[in-house]
């Protein structure tokens, strides 16, 4: 049953190395300890699993406080305990807004993971990651990640986030159906495309005439043929164009943030009517570097908007000029897209977690024997004598899928280089207790796993 998760790629050869864990020689001593951990005022409390939902039993289940206050809740029993501490410290690694949203306000996030699942079904222009959220897998296997990937995926989001009918989104959404009649536009000059070809085609008969038409004053100006677009007065030079007198040029100095490589978007608004604020503003804020886009930057699931007014909406929507629920939305959008939301606990559907950490606690409590639980997550005795620990991922290669599979030694707190065992893209969706159970059952039958899947067939003893 649980092949179908899986699948593997290559084998990741290394020696084994030294980790802060504890094997199973410490595991009794780690579950008795636990409990002592807990204040005395919770020792007799009916306590329930911020995790998995579980009421609190001294006989089969332990507990401690977490100590990183990001993770909501105080008590977590032993096999969510990793989980659920990874996961808070990759929200510690979040900029402060997004801690304290994830912290103070976690109902929004399951709002807005609710609100995205319903938006990427709602415009057919509108390009977005290969799945859904809140477990239902996205019809439209367009993108390999999820968030916005087109200007019409950020206005369908934008507008959910302000509400229908603003005049502003409005405005955005008419700029956007600007660009959709690039096809039949008769004009050459009518595309965002054929501006850009413009200006190439003008550079290339610069280059062909040896600059013929440009000269030196004595002053020292350079001369150049003037172009016309619409009402704007264009010189191209190599790597700098000038229009209506202001220097667009990519070199780092007094105007660096005036690059041409936007004047095809800016040009294209204005000879449409679609903007007619003075160019040089509108390129300001289009290459803006705020901390939104910086963000966006640096998840790398997000393409930031190519259209300039939907580019600037988006900075506005950051900064709260909508009003700051409107904000807030946008904000909590942002932690899922950063993140592979069924996988950590903090961007996790609260219900499917619970219930799938509930499987594994039952899977562990049936088959004792085979498996137990570690400190860093949990051992599996396979059927070839190999001892595997799952644990949360530790190596960056393995931090998509939420875990990694090492094997581990018996007499000591050696283990290998992670195992190249992945989960399969349409499994993206399910939460990670069932990621967990079904690992669990691959490999505590490892040599039948091993006939399908290459890189635990490696790992197998010689003698199998």
């Known amino acids: 049953m649980e092949a179908f998760l899986l699948k593997a790629i290559g084998y990741c050869t290394g020696s084994p190395i030294q980790v802060a864990s504890t094997n199973l020689r410490d595991a009794d001593h780690f579950a008795a300890t636990l409990g002592d951990n807990m204040p005395n005022q919770y020792a007799t409390a009916e306590l329930t699993c911020k995790s998995c939902q579980q009421i609190y039993n001294p006989s089969n289940m332990s507990w401690s406080r977490a100590e990183d206050d990001s993770i909501i809740g105080t008590a977590l029993c032993d096999i969510c305990e990793p989980w659920v501490e990874y996961s808070g410290a990759r929200t510690n690694k979040l900029p402060v807004w997004a801690k304290t949203l994830v912290h103070d306000e976690p109902q929004i996030i399951e709002e807005t993971r609710a609100a995205l699942e319903e938006i990427v079904g709602q415009n057919y222009n509108a390009q977005w990651g290969p799945r859904g959220l809140n477990g239902r897998p996205h019809q439209f296997q367009i993108h390999n990640h999820l968030g916005p990937h087109n200007d019409w995926a950020w206005l369908e989001f934008i507008e959910w986030c302000v509400g229908l009918g603003h005049p502003e989104i409005i405005q955005g959404f008419n700029h956007a159906e600007a660009r959709e009649g690039d096809a039949w536009m008769s004009d050459e000059l009518d595309t965002v495309a054929s501006i850009t070809e413009w200006f190439d085609h003008i550079r290339e008969e610069r280059r062909d005439t ?38 667009f040029d990519d070199r780092s100095g007094e105007n660096y943030w005036l690059d041409p490589e936007v004047l095809p978007e800016l040009l294209f608004d204005s000879i449409h009517d679609l903007d007619s604020r003075p160019i040089d503003f509108r390129a300001e804020l289009y290459s803006l570097n705020t901390q939104c886009l910086q963000f966006i930057g640096q998840v790398g699931n997000i393409r930031a908007p190519q259209i300039p007014y939907i580019r600037e909406l988006v900075n506005r929507l950051s900064h709260g000029d909508f009003e700051m629920e409107a904000a807030r939305r946008f904000h909590a959008a942002l932690i899922l897209w950063s993140s592979h939301p069924e996988r950590e606990f ?29 400190p860093a997550g949990l051992l599996v005795e396979g059927s070839s004598g190999n001892l595997y620990r799952i644990s949360p991922p530790s190596a960056t290669g393995w931090i998509y899928d939420g875990f990694e599979i090492r094997t581990a030694s018996r007499i000591s707190d050696e283990v290998s280089a992670p195992i190249c065992i992945h989960t399969a893209m349409q499994t993206s969706h399910l939460p990670m207790g069932d990621i967990i159970a079904s690992l669990i059952l691959m490999l505590r039958d490892d040599i039948e796993s091993a006939k399908s899947i290459g890189p635990l067939r490696a790992m197998l003893p010689d003698s199998v």
Do not use: M, Q
Request: proline share 3%; charged share 25%.
């Open 210 to 247: 040896n600059n013929a038409f440009s000269f030196t004053s004595e002053e020292g100006f350079i001369y150049a043929e003037t172009h016309t677009l619409g009402e704007h007065e264009i010189i191209v030079h190599d790597t700098i164009i000038l229009v209506d007198g202001v220097e």
């Open 346 to 374: 903090h961007t996790c559907s609260r219900e499917p977690w619970a219930k799938s950490f509930t499987l594994v606690r039952e899977i562990v409590s049936e088959i004792p024997s085979e498996v137990r639980v570690d």
